[in-house]
C-alpha cells in the first residue's frame, strides 16, 4: 500500500475528496486545487487544514442524514461514492466491516461513536490508507459539532470537550460535565471520586488562567 500523505486528498487537505463548489462555503475552504497534471482537470477543494476537511466529511455525511434520509452504509455510500466512478458495492462492503455494522443497518451520524468510525473508514478508502492521529480526527468532528465524549477525569482536563466546560462554565461545571469520569475511579467512595473531578478541574483552571495572565503580559509589553 502507497503512502496515503502522497495521496490527492492528502495534498488538499481533503480526506473525503469533496468536489469543489463555489456555492459551498466550507469554513476553511481556501479554493480549488490546481490541476494534478496536464491530462486531468482540477475537481476537489482545498482546505487550510486537516481537521478543516475532516470537519468538512463529516458535516456532508450529517446531511445525507438530516437532510436526504440516508441512515445506512449502503445509503450514504451510494451517494458518496456512485458507480459510475467507483466500486460502490466493494466501498460499501469495506466501510460497513470497519464499523463493524451490516450494510443496510440502521446508524445515527449524530453519535460521535458511530460517525467516527464511519469518517475514519471513509478516509482509509479515498486516500489508501489512514495518515490522521485520533486527535485530529477528533478534532474535525468537534468542529462539526460531534465532540468526543468526555468520560474519565483524563478527558476532563485534555480533551475540547473538557476544556471548554471549564473556560465556559468554571470548574464546577467541569466536574459536572466529567462525572462519568467518577466511574474510572471504581471501589472507592463517590465522594473521593467528586473530590478528585474537582480538584483536577481547578488545576487546569489554574493553568488556564495562568496562560491567560501570560498571554495578556505578552500583549501589554508589544
Keep these: ?49 486537516h481537521e478543516y476537511g475532516i470537519r468538512a466529511l ?51 451520524l449524530h453519535k460521535y461513536e458511530v460517525l467516527k468510525p464511519l469518517t475514519k473508514a471513509i478516509i482509509t478508502h479515498e486516500l489508501g490508507g489512514q495518515p490522521y492521529t485520533e486527535m485530529q480526527i477528533d478534532e474535525g468532528l468537534r468542529r462539526a459539532g460531534v465532540p468526543r465524549p468526555v468520560r474519565t477525569i483524563t478527558d476532563a482536563v485534555t480533551t ?17 460535565a466529567a462525572a462519568p469520569a467518577v466511574e474510572a475511579v471504581g471501589g472507592l467512595p463517590v465522594w473521593v471520586g467528586v473530590a478528585l473531578v474537582l480538584a483536577v478541574a481547578a488545576i487546569a483552571a489554574i493553568v488556564i488562567l495562568s496562560k491567560r495572565r501570560d498571554r495578556d503580559d505578552h500583549q501589554d509589553s508589544v
Design 58 to 108: 463529516a458535516m456532508l455525511l450529517i446531511t445525507y442524514q438530516d437532510r436526504h434520509g440516508l441512515n445506512t452504509v449502503r445509503k450514504i455510500i451510494n451517494r458518496w461514492a456512485p458507480s459510475n466512478e467507483n466500486n460502490t458495492s466493494a466501498y460499501v462492503s469495506g466501510v460497513a466491516g470497519a464499523m463493524n455494522v451490516g450494510p443496510d443497518e440502521a446508524i445515527d
Design 1 to 49: 500500500m502507497s503512502d496515503p500523505r502522497l495521496s490527492r486528498g492528502y495534498r488538499n487537505k481533503n480526506p473525503g475528496n469533496i468536489d469543489y463548489n463555489e456555492r459551498n462555503k466550507w469554513q476553511g475552504q481556501i479554493g480549488i486545487e490546481p490541476a494534478p497534471s496536464a491530462t486531468s482537470r482540477a475537481r476537489f477543494a482545498v482546505f487550510e487544514s
Design 160 to 176: 475540547q470537550t473538557g476544556a471548554g466546560a471549564i473556560t465556559v462554565a468554571g470548574a464546577a461545571s467541569a466536574a459536572a
